[in-house]
């Protein structure tokens, strides 16, 4: 048998590489990483005087549940009002008023410390002219590390009642 | 010429382990490229919270409603934006394709009804809470209960 001469066969690498850095260009350009997004999960059910928020509570722990308190003795509510730029200009929980998140954290910090008090969910009433930065920046306060009260409602504050101005 | 054709040195570069390299990073890209943008609009401009939860990838695919809400208080969907009164209907539809799809599945949910569907805010920051609370209200009027209020880890 006659043995074949070799033949070598060359690949073109280049334009394969050509294209490869196209693409990566392109992908490189394209990038962009964007920061990541959170949220504050919540189950909120229409709003009733003094209710439960615990909408999924299981029909087993209803006598246990009955036992507890109240919900009106558990729900801690918050007022906020708006600054005219959409900002926060005061928070008042019961007859105290407060100025900044820094003051509204404290409290919080202390309402939950404090073994007397049962608060496990809260009712934010806004004021209708609060941004919903202002409120995300009140929802983290609340379901912050620090307080951690995650059951969370919110009601539209009368502008022309309620709270005076 | 003192030099020969045979003589010449030729240097050929190989080339195969950079067009590796190159391959690998398309690849990296390829998979961090995020396509689905969909339900993310870029117009809404979101609030900053630390203590907001990233989402997971199970929590991803459970059954939802992304609402895009702009500056203006308008529901951005479908590439449209909605006036309020618009996207009252549109929530409204929505709850009743949730119905129906939990009928087929046979589960059936009487009208006023909890449903198992996620809201999921995705407001501007700068849209006032009156907004945002109607949207809220209609979404409950309608028996949604389960809700999502989305913001930035981080300054982005």
Not at chain 1, 4 to 28: G, H, K, N, W, Y
Not at chain 2, 90 to 114: C, D, F, M, P, T
Request: with cysteine; glycine share 6%.
């Amino acid at each position: 048998m006659r043995r074949m001469r070799s033949q070598e066969v060359e690949v073109q690498i280049t334009p394969m590489l050509d294209m490869a850095f196209q693409l990566l260009t392109f992908f490189i350009l394209t990038y962009r990483p964007a920061p990541t997004e959170g949220q504050f999960s919540m189950n909120l059910i229409p709003a009733a005087p003094a209710i439960d928020m615990a909408a999924e509570a299981p029909a087993a722990d209803q006598e246990q549940a009955n036992n507890e308190l109240p919900a009106a003795l558990r729900t801690l509510t918050t007022i906020v009002i708006a600054a005219p730029d959409g900002g926060i200009a005061r928070i008042i929980i019961g007859e105290n008023e407060y100025q900044t998140l820094d003051q509204l954290k404290a409290r919080l910090i202390e309402i939950v410390a404090d073994q007397s008090l049962k608060f496990d969910q809260a009712v934010i009433q806004a004021d209708p002219a609060l941004s919903y930065a202002s409120l995300i920046q009140i929802v983290d306060v609340f379901a912050g590390p620090a307080v951690n009260l995650t059951k969370l409602s919110f009601t539209e504050l009368d502008p022309n009642g309620g709270v005076a101005l | 010429m003192a030099g020969s054709a045979s003589n010449e040195i030729r240097a050929e570069p190989n080339l195969t382990p950079l067009l590796d390299v190159v391959f690998q990073l398309i690849t990296f890209f390829m998979l961090v490229f995020k396509i689905s943008g969909d339900n993310f609009d870029q117009r809404v401009r979101l609030p900053v919270a630390g203590s907001a939860i990233p989402v997971e990838g199970s929590v991803v695919d459970q059954d939802r409603v992304v609402l895009n809400i702009d500056a203006d208080g308008r529901l951005l969907w479908k590439g449209e934006a909605l006036d309020i009164e618009t996207a009252i209907k549109e929530i409204r539809v929505q709850a009743q394709l949730v119905r129906r799809n939990q009928s087929i599945q046979g589960n059936k949910i009487a009208e006023g009804g909890q449903l198992p569907t996620s809201i999921i805010f995705r407001a501007d920051r700068n849209v006032p809470f009156s907004q945002i609370y109607r949207y809220i209200t209609t979404c409950q009027a309608n028996g949604f209960t389960k809700f999502a209020l989305k913001a930035m880890n981080a300054e982005g």
